[in-house]
């Protein structure tokens, strides 16, 4: 099984909403991502898990909340969006949680599309 | 100047060609390099990755990285109309807790 799985595929909220991303993987890997993809653009790393703990934030605004409750799940909780935050939301996963080696196979879900109204 | 370098595209080849794509670099302490595979609305799908200079061959695809030009290419034998998408490089340095740089991205489209 080499599939990372998220959920919802879409989500529409106003600025005033909470909701929740969600991210499985069962290939045992080690650290999870969270990545923001805004239309013909490449996706930008918003947060690294290796081993469940967070080790890399890229100066994402704290709207943007993320959480690993567990080596197979990520979650990244969303409060008070803007507009501009309407983008796709990639989760992916990597075998290798550190080291040399870390990140550089990365498995991408299919995102979740989301548009802040 | 930007840390990785794509031709945006968009790229359009008949069916049966071979696709060239191509990405440059600045950082010389880039040691891994992986190209992706995106069609729209989905996730990128990991197609290659290749460690420091030489070739690797997967099937009709081949990785090219050429360090002591700061150039990496991915080629398509036989393209395919299931080919039409988006192709980003990426790559990292060999550190620990490094993140993944990725290009732009080059849009693809191979007409039958």
């Known amino acids: 099984d080499t599939e990372v799985t998220q959920t919802p595929k879409h989500l529409v909220m106003g600025m005033t909403n909470k909701k929740s991303l969600k991210c499985e993987q069962h290939m045992g890997h080690r650290a999870m991502y969270w990545y923001k993809q805004k239309a013909k653009k490449p996706p930008e790393l918003m947060f690294v898990?290796?081993?469940?703990?967070?080790?890399i934030n890229e100066s994402v605004p704290s709207r943007f909340s993320p959480e690993c409750p567990n080596s197979s799940l990520l979650n990244l909780h969303l409060h008070a969006l803007q507009p501009e935050d309407s983008a796709l939301y990639l989760c992916a996963s990597s075998p290798q949680g550190q080291g040399a080696e870390f990140g550089r196979e990365q498995y991408f879900g299919p995102g979740t599309r989301l548009t802040v109204t | 100047q930007k840390e990785v370098e794509q031709d945006p595209g968009p790229l359009s080849v008949p069916e049966g060609a071979i696709v060239s794509l191509n990405c440059t670099y600045s950082?010389?302490?880039?040691?891994?390099f992986m190209w992706y595979r995106q069609y729209s609305r989905k996730g990128p799908e990991l197609l290659m990755y290749?460690?420091?200079?030489g070739n690797k061959e997967d099937g009709r695809f081949t990785a090219q990285v050429d360090k002591s030009s700061k150039y990496i290419s991915l080629f398509i034998r036989d393209s395919q109309p299931s080919d039409s998408a988006t192709y980003l490089c990426a790559m990292r340095r060999k550190t620990s807790y490094d993140k993944v740089i990725f290009g732009p991205g080059t849009s693809l489209s191979v007409i039958p």
């Open positions: 950082n010389s302490a880039f040691q891994y």
């Open positions: 898990y290796s081993y469940e703990k967070l080790s």
């Open positions: 290749t460690y420091s200079s």
